[in-house]
């Protein structure tokens, strides 16, 4: 069974930046994509980030791209997420989910673990 934790969500102002971590369990993080998904209030949740398995491929929501970057570090088993220039529409729970294949997409069908969602909040 797979575990998702992550940690780094707080409240920050506009313009301000966080970072976001999310730690897994298990010994074939390697060799699946990751990805970010947030929910506010009141709407779907929707796609942040994906980065592929190796590191080598990432993808980005046309509303964070050139603020947000994603990594991983397959030694540690860690997926982050680097949120920078935030704005109030960025607040939300931010989701850490695994796929079930190599490649990263924006679909949530596609991945088959989530983690419990850390908030992150943006004041005007």
């Known amino acids: 069974q797979v575990q998702l934790v992550e940690s780094g969500g707080g409240l920050v102002q506009a313009g301000g930046s966080l970072r976001l971590s999310c730690a897994a369990s298990g010994r074939t993080f390697s060799t699946y994509a990751m990805a970010w998904f947030r929910q506010a209030p009141g709407k779907e949740r929707e796609f942040v980030s994906t980065?592929?398995?190796?590191?080598?491929?990432?993808d980005y929501a046309d509303s964070v791209k050139g603020r947000f970057t994603i990594s991983r570090d397959n030694a540690k088993n860690t997926v982050s997420l680097q949120l920078n220039s935030l704005k109030p529409e960025d607040t939300a729970v931010y989701y850490c989910?695994?796929?079930?294949?190599?490649?990263?997409?924006?679909?949530?069908?596609?991945?088959?673990?989530w983690g419990q969602g850390t908030q992150v909040t943006v004041s005007s």
């Open positions: 980065i592929s398995g190796n590191g080598g491929g990432t």
């Open positions: 989910a695994k796929s079930k294949w190599t490649r990263g997409s924006d679909r949530e069908n596609d991945y088959v673990y």
